[in-house]
């Protein structure tokens, strides 16, 4: 079934033979290793049993591999409009599981995948990696049925989603996400893997939504609007930004964001309506 994949010219072929140049403005840094990117497919928790969306399928490395790996169904969402010659040759080589939606993934409505459910793999555009991930964990906390995310983030946005409680990179992000899912790093990729060369590292990050952890969140804007004042502050005591009775969660009030563990955030979450203080 991926014979015809495999067959396909190399991706650097294809884009010198398309004219296709990486634009900055969209983020553009390609992977041509075929190694690597079957090694991120291959990440995503039980392929062959999953539809996917990429999000940036570019000139389609990542694409093929995640064809390759066995992906039942494939929605890619590219902005770029002038990466569609060589996405259509692809297309052609998937015998129908790959479609394209040209279009901004920020924008694009996926509530018509909820009823299998879906992975999403992608190596993100670094300018907009952080919101796209805060726009998902916000859809799965609101029932999403995305039962993956096997994503390329730069190394430091990877630390800060998987930054655990008293660690530097610890903040809004890392209690978001930790409170939806389970969270890790798989594996980091030098920058000399990219086409052009990004001048940071990057890391692949897997995300598993957790049912019994969505369950307990019942007011995800209160939670934000409280990470958002306590975070904004970080250097702060949190009896300075927030006047409350702290002793009833067990704090002195003398402590900073960065000491609050996620389920500690989420039970004061619950506790005070930040728009009434
Ligand atoms: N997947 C390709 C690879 O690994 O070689 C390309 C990855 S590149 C880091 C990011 C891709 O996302 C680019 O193709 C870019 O055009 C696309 N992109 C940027 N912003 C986007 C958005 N808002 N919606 C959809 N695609 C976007």
Known sequence: MTDKIMNLPPVSEMMRNSGLEPKKQFGQNFLFDLNLTLKIAKSVPDIENTDVVEVGPGPGGLTRAILMAGAKKLVAIEKDKTTEPILSQIMDASDGRLNVIFGDALKTDLSDMNKSGYAICANLPYNVGTELLIGWLHQIADGANIKSLTCMFQKEVAERITADVGDKQYGRLAVLANL??????????????FVPRPKVQSAVVQIIPNKNKIKQITNIANLEKLTAKLFGQRRKMIRGIIKTDWEKFGLTGMERAEE???????????NIDINLL
């Not at 609050?260 to 619950?270: D, G, T, Y």
């Open 180 to 193: 939806i899912a389970d969270t890790k790093i798989l594996f980091d990729v030098p920058n000399t893997a």
């Open 260 to 270: 609050i563990s996620p389920e500690l955030f989420l039970k004061i979450s619950r």
